[in-house]
């Protein structure tokens, strides 16, 4: 079955630092989503990239989608403590369900 | 976006029992789906909760151990059958919204421990 992988599983940074998390599936998706979910809280909706290529900003976030639609990143530039959670990609599988990548934990030190 | 109500909480419970959890949605949805998530892992899908018919269920959950009602578009239950400590976890209600039916809102979830 399709399957999401995001590396890396933990990262540790330091206030001001710049973060990176990657995102790859099996199979050609036709749109990918990142969610972020705060320590004790639930996942929440960030963005959804749907065109081959495409690139998104909200604030110090950026989203890609890679040019065959199997890959995507999510870049936080000078990370804050407020960035501190676990960031999930996730997929469309078959009959509407959403597939999950395993979550990058985000780690910030003041 | 949708704003969810999931209940309870959290809850404590003895091995042997069962738990319901309700989900209640503030607009009519077509997609509610239940997941679970174990300590600092990533969300697992139990079932696709479906108006007026029997629940979809992913593979390694049966209807027996959980249960699902959906009888209105805004509402539905999770029933997690007798219990036991492998069934701690969180579990969590979710709506699939957007053009594509699969961005996912979650209710604020429900932190289970089984002794």
């Known amino acids: 079955g399709q399957q999401v992988m995001q590396i890396p599983q933990y990262q540790h940074v330091q206030e001001g630092e710049d973060f990176t998390t990657y995102c790859n599936s099996s199979?050609?998706?036709?749109?990918i989503q990142w969610y972020k979910q705060r320590p004790g809280g639930h996942p929440v909706f960030l963005i959804q990239?749907?065109?081959?290529?495409e690139v998104k900003k909200q604030k110090r976030l950026t989203f890609q989608f890679g040019e065959a639609k199997k890959n995507s990143s999510l870049h936080i530039t000078a990370t804050q403590t407020t960035d501190v959670g676990t960031y999930f990609c996730?997929?469309?599988?078959?009959?509407?369900?959403?597939?999950f990548g395993a979550g990058t934990r985000l780690f910030v030190k003041a | 976006s949708a704003v969810i109500s999931q209940k309870p909480s959290r809850d404590i419970c003895q091995r042997g029992t069962s738990l319901t959890i309700q989900c209640q949605v503030d607009s009519q949805v077509t997609m509610m789906f239940w997941y679970r998530q174990q300590p600092g892992q990533s969300l697992t899908l139990i079932a696709t909760?479906?108006?007026?018919?029997?629940?979809?269920?992913e593979s390694g959950f049966v209807i027996d151990k959980f249960p699902i009602s959906r009888p209105n578009l805004t509402f539905s239950t999770l029933t997690v059958s007798n219990m036991s400590p492998e069934d701690s976890s969180i579990y969590l209600c979710s709506v699939g919204l957007g053009t594509a039916k699969n961005i996912q809102y979650f209710g604020a979830g429900t932190r289970l421990s089984v002794l």
């Open positions: 909760a479906n108006q007026g018919s029997e629940a979809t269920y």
């Open positions: 199979t050609t998706l036709s749109n």
């Open positions: 996730a997929g469309l599988g078959g009959g509407f369900k959403t597939i």
């Open positions: 990239l749907v065109k081959s290529g």
